[in-house]
């Protein structure tokens, strides 16, 4: 029976429920970063992953602001999502500095050789693009499934794309990447909810003003967009949504952020 919320303030009623406990991958920047901060000032405490140690250092340090306003606490710890045995390590360590694990967000992904076509994009390429971005989100959800199953409510949610429903010339590797997320959410969600209460989401966004988009795009054109822009921000409060107790029925879903556009018909109206 639902129970009149009278006794609840206003700040109650719309507390979203978030998780005490993140580790996210990809957190030294851009939308894994901006997923840090959020987490942080809502009050939890964070370990973040990443290659390079000096970038995972230069990221805690910028985050130790919003950690101090939450009261919770920063840690990181260098691996590559590709290396299993490092994850496994990595999250243990994240578990333990940080009493447990509630959420993964996996936000560590690659655009390679971007804009080569066929004939000219390489095959090792192609290879290290699904080992990062598909293999890597299945490595991460491995590491944390022992600390995740240890708690109530436990989420993951995936970083994907919107190169996993619309695609580009000079794009084929990553578009195929983004494209297995997709399925790669629905399938861990089916599994990992029967067999651990785990739910698994993703964010699939159009572009996002961040290191990889200015890589890529250039920072001429990423500030002068003729494009609908989004910023890391704008993902982290869809990450957050979807890994709080207000959606705990949403299972297996790819919420795409992306103004629309890949919900417009053809017809030429
Ligand atoms: N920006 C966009 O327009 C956009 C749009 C749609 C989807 N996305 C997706 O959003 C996710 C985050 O990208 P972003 O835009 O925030 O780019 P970003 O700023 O380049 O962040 C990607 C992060 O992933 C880490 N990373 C890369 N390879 C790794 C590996 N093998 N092991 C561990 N960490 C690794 C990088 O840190 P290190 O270099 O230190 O390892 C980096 O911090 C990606 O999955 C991307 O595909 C981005």
Redesign the pocket.
């Known amino acids: 029976m639902n129970e009149t919320p009278t006794a609840a303030t206003a700040t109650e009623r719309v507390s979203l429920g978030l998780p005490r406990r993140v580790a996210i991958?990809?957190?030294?920047?851009?939308?894994?970063?901006?997923c840090a901060k959020l987490y942080l000032e809502a009050g939890a405490s964070v370990g973040i992953?990443?290659?390079?140690q000096a970038?995972?250092d230069a990221?805690a340090a910028s985050l130790a602001d919003a950690a101090a306003s939450g009261g919770g606490s920063i840690v990181s710890v260098?691996?590559?999502?590709?290396?299993e045995a490092a994850m496994a390590a990595a999250l243990s360590d994240i578990s333990t500095r940080i009493g447990g694990l509630d959420a993964l967000v996996?936000?560590?992904?690659?655009?390679l050789e971007t804009g080569l076509l066929v004939p000219e994009a390489s095959v090792e390429s192609f290879r290290k693009t699904l080992?990062?971005?598909v293999l890597?989100a299945f490595i991460a959800t491995k590491a944390a499934l022992p600390h995740l199953a240890n708690t109530e409510a436990a989420t993951i949610t995936?970083?994907?794309?919107?190169?996993g429903f619309v695609a580009v010339p000079g794009m084929v590797a990553?578009n195929a990447?983004?494209g297995a997320i997709v399925q790669l959410t629905r399938a861990l969600a089916v599994e990992l909810y029967e067999t651990h209460g785990i739910r698994v989401n993703s964010v699939?966004?159009?572009?996002?003003?961040?290191?990889?988009?200015r890589?890529?795009l250039g920072d001429e054109l990423m500030d002068n967009p003729n494009f609908p822009l989004q910023s890391?921000e704008d993902?982290a409060w869809s990450v957050a949504y979807l890994s709080s107790r207000r959606a705990r029925a949403v299972n297996g879903h790819t919420m795409l952020s992306d103004f629309g556009y890949t919900g417009k018909s053809s017809f030429p109206a």
């Open positions: 991958t990809g957190g030294a920047s851009g939308i894994g970063l901006a992953i990443g290659r390079s970038k995972l990221a260098a691996a590559d999502v590709a290396d996996v936000s560590a992904g690659v655009a080992e990062v971005n890597g995936i970083i994907g794309s919107d190169s990553y990447s983004k699939a966004p159009s572009i996002v003003d961040t290191p990889m988009a890589h890529d890391a993902i």
